[in-house]
């Protein structure tokens, strides 16, 4: 079985940073992609960033020149960096990794339990 496990959420003030982490295990055999969604209160699930093997990262416009997205193949583990935090940053965070167990399977999508981060004013 695969799990996503996140670390990182938090309390912070605005204009501060925050690294959140997320580590896929279980018996996987290979990562296409790898993502952050975020939702605040009363809003749907939105992509902040995602990483795609072989291809350069795609954020939303939100965040883009505050976040930057990483991932270390080896560890099956996908970063966000967030500098810069605003009020409006406040949601959770959701890790998202499609991936496949076998040569043979589909690859499949995973949720992470998600992480809270709230920036104050």
């Known amino acids: 079985q695969v799990q996503l496990v996140e670390s990182g959420g938090g309390l912070v003030q605005a204009g501060e940073s925050l690294r959140l982490s997320c580590a896929a295990s279980g018996n996987i055999f290979s990562v296409n992609r790898m993502a952050w969604y975020r939702q605040a209160p009363g809003k749907q699930r939105e992509l902040v960033a995602g990483l795609t093997s072989g291809t350069s990262p795609n954020y939303v416009d939100s965040v883009k020149g505050r976040f930057t997205i990483s991932r270390d193949n080896a560890k099956n583990t996908v970063y966000l960096q967030m500098n810069s935090l605003k009020p409006e940053d406040t949601a959770v965070y959701y890790c998202?990794?499609?991936?496949?167990?076998?040569?043979?399977?589909?690859?499949?999508?995973?949720w992470g339990q998600g992480t809270q981060v709230t920036v104050s004013s």
């Open positions: 998202n990794a499609n991936l496949a167990l076998s040569s043979w399977s589909v690859f499949r999508t995973y």
